[in-house]
């Protein structure tokens, strides 16, 4: 996970007034009754689609409050125009400026206008269960003298321990099932990504945890003796890695979300003779923050699906062109303050096509404020992957402040896909059981019908990476979540009522497994 960028959403004006994002979302592409503007707010609203659709969607004035626009986000945005900002409110135009002092006045305005004093809060329109559901929690000591700031847990399903980074000491730890601990290696900077492999494991290293493009971050090798092998260097706050032979040389090669800053991107480490590699850029924009590969157009060639999430928001294509490059398609844009944290290919209705499950919940730059379009959404298959056939269709929508991260998995073992989320930025002071939910699917060949579960775990930490595989080897997916527990609060006037010392907690999968004759 990425610990800042500029937060990006869509709300219309129709769903301010009709409430949409209760059950299924909205449709990003639908008119807003803004269109309609004439005289000074026309000319804003035109002057907006010119300037700000350069680099990203275009955000509508109702998607944040006056306040935040005018003293957060508008500030910011001008001075990425060129112009100068004085106490947030005083704008003067330069020799580097790419846009009049007059227009940018007319843009104000626009957004001044049509913003609402306060955004709109919406509540699931089904209360979640307060229970555990299929899971049992299980710790290890809490150390009173440690504070924890985990920023990586991973599961090794076939050893059977979780593996731990944390930003106060970076380096690997190893945990077995009854929580003893052992160092599994030293490493310069904080972990955020772990990926296993028969004789080797991959390490992403972040480098700089505050949001800054400071090129320190790494991927490198360890092997089972532990010995580092470097892969790359210099990367800007990189977050994390996945495999595959994408020109079938029979060499590993890696991709790289670096989400940097203002600097970043998606990058192959195509792999040489020596076990050296070459880094080559597949889309050099920031907040490249997941990926995911496979043959997705079934030409036998891998692919990459990615998640870009500062400024241009959304999800690309890029499909193998079987010459060493790739070939990009858009899957889904979002606003450029939509706050897009994770996604999931998962075949949820069970129609044979893989389907999208998105997060919108990052929110720790510009606009630090409960959004009413944060949470969960599926994505419907409609197309195929074929290139410029790929479609999905927003068919689920589960409002959670801040949600951070979900995963798709067959959690109580019935045959449908079930979700797990975590919510770094939850609303603590009025709903702090939104921090971890669990979405327990109902009947997948109708209409999508989950029963959420609030699994009483919010004052035992609070939770930035999650993880979910078999620690124990008894055939269903187990939980491991990890407790940042300091900093980035967004609420005035709260205290953290969590533990801050628990560095992760396990939800063990309770569900008793068939054994077929």
């Known amino acids: 996970m990425r610990y800042a960028k500029l937060v990006s959403y869509v709300i219309w004006l129709s769903v301010i007034s009709t409430g949409c994002f209760l059950s299924t979302g909205c449709d990003p592409k639908q008119k807003s009754e803004t269109n309609t503007l004439t005289g000074e707010m026309a000319d804003g609203q035109k002057l907006t689609l010119k300037y700000c659709s350069t680099c990203h969607l275009p955000a509508e004035p109702l998607l944040l409050d006056k306040e935040t626009w005018k003293n957060q986000v508008l500030p910011a945005m001008a001075k990425q125009l060129g112009l100068e900002v004085w106490q947030n409110n005083h704008y003067f135009q330069n020799e580097r400026s790419a846009i009049s002092q007059s227009d940018w006045s007319k843009i104000l305005a626009y957004y001044d206008s049509l913003a609402p004093v306060k955004l709109p809060l919406v509540k699931a329109s089904i209360i979640p269960k307060t229970d555990w559901a299929v899971f049992s929690p299980k710790t290890p000591k809490s150390d009173s003298s440690v504070t924890a700031t985990t920023t990586l847990v991973s599961i090794n399903k076939k050893d059977h321990h979780i593996y731990t980074s944390s930003a106060e000491n970076p380096d690997i730890i190893k ?34 945890m505050k949001a800054a493009d ?16 470097p892969l790359a260097t ?28 203002n600097k970043g991107g998606l990058y192959v480490l195509k792999q040489i003779p020596g076990n050296k590699f070459d880094k080559i850029p597949i889309r050099e924009i ?14 036998g060639w891998p692919d990459v699906m990615a998640l870009f999430a500062h400024a241009d ?22 606003p450029s303050v939509y706050g897009s944290s994770s996604f999931e290919l998962a075949d949820i209705n069970k129609d044979g096509n893989v389907d999208i499950i998105y997060t919108a919940g990052d929110n720790s730059d510009y606009s630090r404020i409960l959004k009413p379009y944060h949470g969960v959404y599926i994505y419907i298959n409609k197309g195929n992957f074929k290139e410029g056939n790929s479609h999905f269709e927003k068919t689920y929508f589960y409002p959670i402040d801040g949600a951070t991260k979900v995963i798709a998995k067959d959690f109580d073992l019935d045959g449908d896909i079930d979700l797990a989320t975590i919510s770094f930025f939850a609303d603590f002071k009025a709903n702090p059981s939104g921090s ?3 979405f327990e699917q109902n009947k997948p060949k109708a209409s999508l019908n989950f029963t959420t579960h609030a699994i009483p775990i919010h004052k035992l930490g609070r939770w ?54």
Request: aromatic share 10%; glycine share 8%; net charge negative.
């Open 464 to 517: 930035i990476c999650m993880d979910a595989e078999d620690i124990d080897g008894d055939g269903d997916t187990d939980i491991v979540l990890g407790n940042y527990s300091k900093g980035f609060l967004n609420q005035e006037n709260f205290k953290p009522d969590w533990d801050v010392h628990l560095p992760f907690l396990v939800l063990e999968n309770k569900v008793k497994v068939t054994v077929k004759d």
């Open 286 to 299: 920031a907040g490249a923050t997941q990926a995911k590969t496979g043959d997705f157009n079934q030409d």
């Open 436 to 438: 971890f939910l669990y």
């Open 313 to 334: 928001e959304g999800i690309w294509l890029f499909l193998n062109d079987q010459k060493g490059g790739f070939k990009t398609e858009n899957i889904i844009r979002f």
């Open 175 to 208: 945990w077995d099932l009854s929580f003893k601990k052992t160092l599994s290696a030293k490493l310069p900077s904080p972990a955020v990504n772990l990926m296993f492999s028969e004789n080797r494991n991959v390490v992403t290293m972040i480098g700089e």
């Open 214 to 229: 400071i090129a320190n971050g790494q991927i490198t090798q360890l092997d089972a003796h532990q010995k580092s092998t």
């Open 234 to 261: 210099n990367l800007i706050r990189p977050i994390q890695t996945v495999s595959s032979d994408f020109n079938k040389d029979g060499l590993t090669d890696y991709v790289v979300c670096s989400f940097g800053h």
